[in-house]
């Protein structure tokens, strides 16, 4: 029953969120989901672990077709997703666990710079000159 609570929760969450909050879902989605493969990782669950993986490189995909190519921050995001989406192919190859803890190094730096970036903008503290 709860479960199913936590599903329309969710639910509700991504049907009335904006493109902000969406993307700011999707990075703690990948926070979770890279902390979870760490667990499995220590407990040597390398099929599950290697299926959250998936789930995260998923995510990283899906915040790369959405990025609007003609600005530049929007470039070096694509590098960034890039860049840590091979990193974890290269992780479930060599298991070298530096790979897992820097993405999700990366991971939370964006949750929380995208965190702050949505506060800026609903207090009206980013309008300048923007």
Do not use: C
């Not at 490189?57 to 600005?71: A, G, K, M, P, W």
């Amino acid at each position: 029953m709860q479960n199913a609570q936590q599903l329309q929760y969710l639910k509700v969450q991504v049907e009335t969120a904006s493109p902000g909050e969406l993307t700011l879902l999707l990075y703690q989605e990948t926070v979770r989901s890279l902390l979870k493969a760490k667990q499995l990782y220590s407990q040597g669950e390398y099929e599950s672990m290697n299926q959250v993986l998936h789930k995260v490189r998923s995510i990283f995909n899906e915040l790369i077709v959405t990025l609007d190519l003609q600005y530049e921050i929007s470039r070096d995001l694509k590098d960034l997703y890039t860049f840590y989406y091979n990193y974890l192919a290269q992780f479930m190859i060599n298991k070298d666990e530096t790979l897992l803890d820097e993405t999700l190094e990366f991971a939370r730096g964006l949750q929380e710079t995208w965190k702050q970036a949505l506060t800026l903008v609903k207090t009206g503290g980013g309008s300048h000159g923007v």
